[in-house]
Nanobody
């Protein structure tokens, strides 16, 4: 199982970025997928998830209305479209996969495999 995140970069506040996470070794649709982020000096936090059955999405409150998680099962790739970016969105963003039948929660320990992270920097 491998997850390869990409698409990070530096943008000004109000700008947009699209992160990608290429999955290999498993079928994307068979896993619950999520994005987490970790700002300097802070713990890794949940951003968004998409469930494996039905594709229902969940977002942390601070990103609702600005960020959209999606997946392309044909390309086996997970996406995170980020709009109206704020300086507080600055962090390393990680994609993660959970292979459990039912996703118990949205904590770091609820996910089994992690990508290497991609840095997003938002300047004011």
């Amino acid at each position: 199982v491998q997850l390869q995140a990409s698409g990070g970069g530096s943008v000004q506040a109000g700008g947009s970025l699209r992160l990608s996470c290429a999955a290999s070794g498993f079928t994307l649709g068979s896993a619950h997928m999520a994005w987490f982020r970790q700002a300097p000096g802070k713990e890794r936090e949940f951003v968004a998830a998409i469930r494996r059955s039905g594709g229902a999405t969940v977002y942390t409150d601070s990103v609702k209305g600005r960020i959209v998680i999606s997946r392309d099962n044909d390309k086996n790739t997970l996406f995170l479209q980020m709009n109206s970016l704020k300086p507080e969105d600055t962090a390393v963003y990680y994609c993660a996969a959970s292979f459990r039948l039912v996703l118990p929660g949205f904590g770091v320990r609820d996910f089994d495999s992690w990508g290497q992270g991609t840095l997003v920097t938002v300047s004011s």
